[in-house]
């Protein structure tokens, strides 16, 4: 039988419930294994679901560094160290970003020959599979050798979810050409052209992520954050403002009773909801970030993005990705 | 990594131990940290620090039982040096 999930039942901005109704649903309709991780009193019932126990929780404005050391019995550290100890084949949470990720570099710790871990964000694309944006936020400072293996990580990563042959990768700036960009942008540029295992196809703009004509978008984690609550932020405003216009009178719900058969589909694909949650690439074990607003459909999806992660040996992929000399 | 805890234990012992720790966590050669070199030169981040901080606290329990650096004097640390005095004056060497 395979390891549970361990899944943070104190994160999120609808925890505990959502988080774990949502653990109930992939129980039941994915079939998958998962433990949660939470303060017994704080929880409510646990909906049969099996518990480990802790005594604190790390609140979403705790400082990540701090909290994960002064909180050494929290569901965030605890989720961590089970993944460490071989109890889990994975972690997720919707909790405090920071503080998860600092959970799993603290307490699995990095892969060996990774600079920094990062972030790797599905965008949903119609008709094809998601281009991934990495680094969508664990570092806001970068140099270009960190932005040269966040691409080899997430090459791999979409190779290895989505089968796809040699992903596309482009390099987020503000010009196609290569002398467009400020000077990290421009010095990775060079980098990533001479890398020969990587395809890169030069720079993409902010106006290549859907529809996207790669399948990795590469950049620094604090650019590449504002880029993604930016396309979150304008997609919701496009959901409303259609919502908005259908309301109108009588003859527009008319119309939006037919369009919506057809706009329903699209709109399900967009939200981040899902996609479940983003993979923190480069440490040893599977971390999976959920939004901080997930719903119990979120964290059941993200918890079938950690079964499929760890189903498909992504971490041990990784590894080699960036030590290919490690190979047995 | 962990410490050769049959050595005795001086302030260069520290240093030693301090560069090795951060050459591993920041991916550099041990050469290129030396004592002078402040942690914002070499790229540690605050998480880089706190992995820092574990790293030294697991490798120095050996040393002396539940060794441990306090958050709060962190921030006064910011260079191999301060470390490296920071250990030394908890630990009572010279």
């Keep these: 039988m395979s390891l549970p999930i361990a899944l943070d039942a104190m994160g999120g901005d609808f925890a505990p419930k959502e988080i774990i109704a949502g653990a109930r649903r992939a129980v039941d309709e994915l079939g998958l294994a998962v433990t949660l991780v939470g303060v017994p009193e704080l929880m409510g019932d646990p909906l049969g679901l099996d518990v480990v126990e802790c005594s604190e929780v790390i609140a979403m404005d705790d400082d990540p560094g701090a909290s994960v050391r002064k909180k050494k019995d929290s569901s965030l550290v605890r989720a961590a160290e089970l993944v460490r100890d071989g109890k889990a084949s994975a972690m997720v949470s919707a909790g405090n970003t920071g503080a998860t990720m600092a959970s799993a570099l603290l307490r699995m710790g990095r892969l060996p020959g990774v600079h920094r871990p990062c972030i790797v964000t599905p965008i949903p694309n119609p008709h094809r599979t998601p281009v991934v944006l990495v680094d969508a936020g664990a570092n806001a400072e970068c140099t270009p050798e960190m932005l040269v293996q966040f691409a080899q990580m997430a090459s791999t990563y979409v190779a290895t979810r989505y089968g796809v042959a040699a992903p596309k990768v482009g390099l987020l700036s503000i010009g196609e050409e290569a002398t467009k960009g400020n000077t990290l942008v421009k010095a990775t540029h060079q980098l990533l052209r001479e890398l020969p295992t990587l395809n890169f196809v030069g720079n993409v703009e902010g106006r290549d992520f859907i529809p996207s004509p790669v399948d990795v978008i590469v950049t620094d984690g604090f650019t590449g954050n504002v880029a993604l609550k930016t396309l979150e932020g304008a997609l919701k405003f496009v959901f409303s403002a259609v919502l908005d216009a259908v309301g109108t009178n009588e003859q527009t719900k008319v119309a939006g009773d037919v369009l919506f058969e057809h706009l329903w589909p699209v709109a399900s694909q967009l939200t981040p909801d899902s996609q479940g949650g983003a993979m923190l690439l480069g440490v040893q074990g599977i971390c999976i970030i959920s939004h901080g607003s997930s719903n119990a459909t979120a964290i059941m999806n993200a918890l079938r993005v950690a079964d499929e992660v760890d189903k498909g040996e992504v971490v041990a992929k990784l590894a080699l990705t960036i030590r290919p000399d490690q190979a047995a | ?94």
């Excluded at chain 2, 720790?21 to 050669?29: F, M, R, W, Y």
Aim: glycine share 6%; hydrophobic share 45%; aromatic share 4%.
């Design chain 2, 1 to 94: 990594m962990s410490a050769d805890t049959t050595a005795p234990l001086d302030r260069d012992g520290i240093l030693v131990l301090v560069r090795d720790q951060l050459a591993e966590i920041l991916e550099k050669s041990p050469s290129d940290i030396t004592e002078d070199v402040s942690f914002e030169d070499l790229g540690a981040d605050s998480l880089a620090l706190i992995e820092l901080v574990e790293a030294l606290e697991e490798n120095l329990a050996t040393y002396s039982a539940g060794f441990h650096i306090d958050d709060e004097d962190l921030e006064g640390l910011g260079s191999v040096r301060d470390a490296v005095n920071y250990v030394a004056l908890k630990l009572q060497v010279s």
